[in-house]
């Protein structure tokens, strides 16, 4: 599609249907701290759209709204807040029983529930994210709050009983760690903050939460229902420059735990900047640059159509989306030749139009730093595969197929998150095996092929590897009930809807020796209530 038409694609004000429009600019000038949603009057940060309009012929990003440049000052009040609510394990929130928490937790997702409509839109509007992939997003985060419920009344089922062993009477549960500095990142902002935040809460722990520098507006509906679901100071927002407010934060030696979806390089400078390093625990989900390998003998339409998927679902935009394609040179042509055809026929427009897949980029100048890697590409020796590729106009890029990439390109080793489909051919096996090996990543990897045998031996060797090896399948972090992780600069911790209750606490446990007196105070702490921890209560 050529720029001329590419321009076309985006509307003019009157083209917005108006089922799909929202009410702009919103300033969202509050924040909340102590329970308190506190009005800002300072400098603000303004929000575009990356859903360009068309003003007489020409295309501009239009102001959405803004939300406030806090200070220092407000983001160490905002830790204040939590440590005060979590009052050394003390407050009311860290010892409320499992029951409660649950009863919160369940009334925060059904006010978050009347506010589906109003939130995806402001998400679609934000980071340009199809409609119906954000409404996507929105109701995967209402099952995982719920399926968090189900698997904390299970871990509490389980931890309801006493153990007798070589003497000592004990029972284990798991105990909040303290205070959790959440933050998500622009492609989810609303899953994956709450992928983190909501296990963080019902643990127990109490919360400072940034929301990414892309993906804040959609949070403006959802303060109020903060305010009203937790208890004050249970959890607290900041917003602004992560320099500024973050880290102070860090500095000060008193955040827990780290809870951070973004980027490696954001990821250390965080955790250096925090003076006691044995205090603080992270739990990181960071960029990837997962492969396919395209053995001789796979199903080149099936591997295309999953392959088309995981490169371009949201634009490239996932951290477990497929960014390099390893295919066999006996393949290799046919494999292209597919591919393309697929590509070509992609829906390049607006969010809310019925069947689009490519939609445009939030990230500011995305379009030039993608060039730039396609034009390192071709200086050596890529060529751009499809008509059109690599066009854009403002924010909507054309996605680009660069054939033959190698180890001389920047998009050989570097994260694109885009659309770019960089494709190596490759003769012997162990030349993409090397390539994982040697890579700064380790999430997952897709293997194509037939041969049982080969694939069995990929598998024993590629799962020491990555975390996640799929077969004839894309990449990707779903059923949130699987294990979601990664090695070297790809994640820290495992997520998953139990795992993350884990990772926000420890396993700690009340122990006595078994004597009369001891058996004595244990039955009357239990037969009397008076513990939370120390209990044999059952959630049913
Ligand atoms: O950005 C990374 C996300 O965790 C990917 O999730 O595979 O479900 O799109 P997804």
């Not at 998500?184 to 709450?194: A, D, I, R």
């Not at 420059?241 to 951070?260: C, H, K, Q, W």
């Not at 992609?346 to 809310?352: C, I």
Request: with cysteine; aromatic share 8%; charged share 25%.
């Amino acid at each position: 599609m050529s720029n001329e038409n590419l321009k076309n694609l985006f509307p003019e004000e009157n083209q917005i249907p108006k089922e799909f429009k929202v009410k702009f600019p919103l300033h969202q000038t509050e924040y909340l701290i102590n329970g308190e949603l506190r009005v800002w009057s300072g400098p603000m940060q303004d929000v575009y759209s990356p859903i360009c309009l068309k003003v007489s012929d020409k295309v501009t990003q239009e102001q959405m709204g803004s939300y406030p440049l806090l200070t220092e000052k407000e983001a160490l009040q905002a830790l204040q807040s939590a440590e005060d609510a979590y009052d050394l394990g003390r407050g009311e929130w860290p010892t409320r029983s499992i029951q409660e928490r649950i009863d919160s937790v369940s009334n925060f997702a059904e006010a978050l529930q009347k506010k589906r409509e109003e939130i995806i839109k402001l998400l679609m509007w934000e980071i340009g994210k199809s409609f119906k992939d954000s409404a996507k997003e929105f109701d995967r985060t209402i099952i995982y709050i719920q399926d968090t419920i189900d698997a904390l009344k299970d871990l509490d089922r389980i931890s309801s009983r006493f153990q007798i062993e070589s003497g000592v009477i004990a029972q284990i549960r798991r105990a909040p760690l303290g205070v959790v500095l959440c933050m998500g990142p622009f492609n989810y902002p609303l899953n994956e903050t709450f992928t983190t935040l909501i296990p963080a809460l019902i643990m127990g722990n109490t919360v400072v939460f940034k929301p990414p520098k892309i993906g804040v507006l959609l949070f403006q509906p959802i303060l109020e229902i903060f305010k009203d679901a937790f208890p004050k100071g249970v959890v607290n927002t900041i917003y602004g420059d992560g320099r500024t407010v973050v880290g102070p934060i860090m500095e000060s030696g008193r955040i827990n735990v780290l809870a951070f979806i973004g980027s490696s390089r954001v990821a250390n400078i965080l955790k250096k900047q925090h003076p006691l390093p044995n205090r603080l625990r992270s739990v990181l989900g960071l960029e990837a640059k997962n492969p396919a390998i395209i053995l001789p003998d796979a199903d080149i339409d099936l591997a295309v159509k999953e392959g088309v998927l995981g490169a371009l679902s949201f634009n490239g935009q996932r951290c477990t989306a497929l960014k390099i394609f390893f295919v066999h040179s006996k393949i290799v042509d046919q494999f292209i030749e597919k591919f393309i055809k697929q590509i070509t026929a992609l829906k390049l427009g607006m969010p809310w139009e019925s069947g689009v897949n490519i939609t445009p980029l939030p990230e500011e100048n995305k379009s030039d730093f993608l060039t730039s890697l396609i034009e390192d590409a071709k200086k050596h020796g890529a060529k751009i595969m499809n008509p059109n590729g690599g066009e854009f106009d403002s924010t909507l890029f054309t996605p680009a197929v660069l054939f033959p990439v190698n180890e001389k390109m920047q998009l050989y080793s570097e994260e694109q998150f885009g659309p770019l489909i960089p494709i190596v051919p490759y003769d012997n096996i162990e030349e993409p095996i090397k390539y994982i090996v040697e890579s700064k990543y380790g999430q997952q990897v897709s293997i194509f092929g037939k041969d049982t045998a080969e694939i069995a031996s990929l598998i024993d060797h590629l799962v020491n590897q990555v975390c996640r090896v799929n077969i004839n399948s894309q990449c990707q972090r779903g059923p949130d009930i699987f294990p979601f992780t990664g090695k070297k600069d790809s994640a820290e911790g495992t997520l998953s809807v139990s795992d993350a209750l884990r990772v926000f606490t420890i396993r700690t446990l009340v122990a006595a020796k078994e004597t009369e007196i001891n058996k004595d105070i244990i039955t009357n702490i239990v037969k009397n209530h008076k513990s939370n921890f120390l209990s044999t209560d059952f959630i049913l």
